[in-house]
């Protein structure tokens, strides 16, 4: 009996002993598991450690990153305080026992919760919207977004300019330089053309009043006597802005007095009502110191007509061509003392004038076209004082520019009967040199003074010029 109990053991332990061998080498891709998990999670504490002890020292990739996003938002939101850092942990170092103190009886309300562990950016994340911009909308500046007022860039003065153009004509029985006599047709109080003067890129609300006076501006030439005069020019005008600063609508009038020129059996008579101007401007790109601008200034033939009598016969020029001047401008105001301007005009006549002979027997019309004209403008200026007292003199600032006028096409002629109109000079390049004082009162009035001087005596449209403006911002 004690045999069969013995070998009955003996079986029960062999085979205990298989279950258990079978069981650890089931388990053992379960253990290797476990192991792995707890090598990544040591791994990651340990990461978390590293970054906790280095966050007084970021990367410089983060660095740039901060610094890239902080420009970005620069002129939107002043700068948030940076997050605390946790202080590094010493392992050595053992915490000092806190002391007991009975507490207060106010204090009842719950602790505030712990502040969350700064988690460092990421540095991977893709750029803000605002830097991914097309070409296209580089040149559009932010919507609902005015330059900066009461800056530099909006205090810098507006261009001078120098421009008086006359319809000049040649009269006689032929094409050739036998001509009969030559004028200056005072059109449109005293001048027909218009071009971007006391202006700027940048749109502002303003009034203003413009006084140029041009010496020997009209002259008259005949074979036997020359003769030349003045020409008084007075202009009103108002610029109102919209859109946030964005769009700018300009209208401007000009007045001159009679022009009387008179020669051996030769008159020119006109009156002096001008060409009604108005100007459609809009911002294309801006910031605080640089501003570009397209424009569009229609001239209305609101102006005066224009008439030479000779012998027993008289020409009438009637004025009656609507012009078109798109316009391109640009004003920079690199520093607090410097300031810069550039215009780029051209000036396209959209339909034709007519001129009449009228003689004792009959009367002879035909059309004249004004030819296309460039202007091309530069102007740079200094600050010598500035204030920014609110009463008496606020600014003094010297000017100077140049100014270039040329013809994109031949001049055209009008053939009548006995008779022959036209710019028998045909093409013409002109350059100008401006010379100014911009003073400010208070802030928002401006008083201007400047002279302007042709560089080329042979091709000139006067000897001289004088300038006096006053304009008020508001």
Do not use: C
Not at 183 to 189: C, I, W
């Amino acid at each position: 009996m004690n045999t069969l109990i013995l070998n009955v053991s003996r079986r029960l332990s062999s085979a205990a002993f298989q279950i258990l061998v079978a069981s650890v080498v089931a388990a053992t891709p379960w253990l290797s598991t476990v192991a792995i998990a707890s090598e990544s999670a040591s791994a990651v504490a340990q990461a978390n450690k590293s970054a906790s002890v280095s966050a007084d020292s970021p990367s410089v990739e983060l660095v740039n990153y901060d610094l890239f996003t902080q420009n970005e938002a620069a002129t939107t939101q002043p700068p948030a305080a940076p997050p605390a850092q946790p202080l590094p942990k010493n392992p050595e170092a053992k915490p000092a026992p806190a002391e007991k103190t009975p507490a207060s009886p106010a204090a009842t309300t719950n602790p505030a919760p712990p502040a969350a562990n700064p988690q460092p950016e990421n540095v991977f994340s893709p750029l803000p919207a605002s830097r991914q911009r097309s070409l296209f909308s580089l040149l559009q500046s932010p919507p609902g977004q005015r330059p900066f007022l009461n800056n530099r860039l909006s205090r810098t003065p507006d261009v001078f300019g120098d421009s008086f153009i006359p319809v000049s004509v040649k009269i006689g029985n032929d094409p050739l330089l036998t001509g009969f006599a030559r004028a200056d047709l005072p059109l449109g109080g005293g001048m027909r053309r218009f071009k971007n003067e006391h202006a700027r890129a940048l749109p502002t609300d303003r009034v203003f009043f413009l006084f140029n006076h041009f010496h020997n501006a009209l002259r008259l030439q005949t074979q036997n006597t020359s003769t030349t005069d003045n020409v008084d020019q007075f202009t009103f005008g108002f610029e109102k802005t919209s859109d946030d600063g964005q769009w700018s609508f300009e209208l401007r009038m000009p007045f001159s007095g009679d022009a009387n020129l008179s020669g051996n059996d030769v008159a020119v008579d006109s009156n002096g009502v001008g060409n009604l101007v108005g100007t459609l401007k809009r911002i294309m790109y801006s910031d605080s110191t640089f501003v570009v601008a397209a424009g569009l200034a229609v001239v209305a033939p609101t102006g005066s007509d224009a008439s030479v009598t000779f012998t027993n016969s008289r020409i009438e020029f009637e004025n009656e061509a609507v012009h078109l001047l798109p316009y391109l401008a640009v004003q920079a105001s690199p520093d607090e003392n410097w300031f810069f301007h550039a215009f780029a005009q051209v000036d396209v006549a959209a339909n034709e004038n007519e001129v009449s002979l009228i003689n004792t027997t009959s009367t002879v019309s035909d059309s004249l076209a004004d030819q296309t004209l460039l202007y091309l403008d530069a102007s740079a200026g200094y600050w010598w004082y500035q204030s920014t007292d609110d009463s008496g003199l606020t600014g003094l600032a010297s000017v100077v520019e140049l100014h270039y006028t040329t013809t994109l096409n031949d001049a055209d002629t009008a053939n009548l009967t006995g008779g022959f109109i036209g710019n028998l000079d045909n093409r013409f390049d002109v350059l100008n040199l401006t010379a100014g004082v911009h003073s400010e009162w208070s802030g928002n009035t401006a008083i201007r003074f400047a002279v302007v001087v042709p560089l080329d005596r042979d091709e000139r449209f006067f000897d001289s010029e004088m300038q006096v403006s006053i304009i008020r911002r508001y």
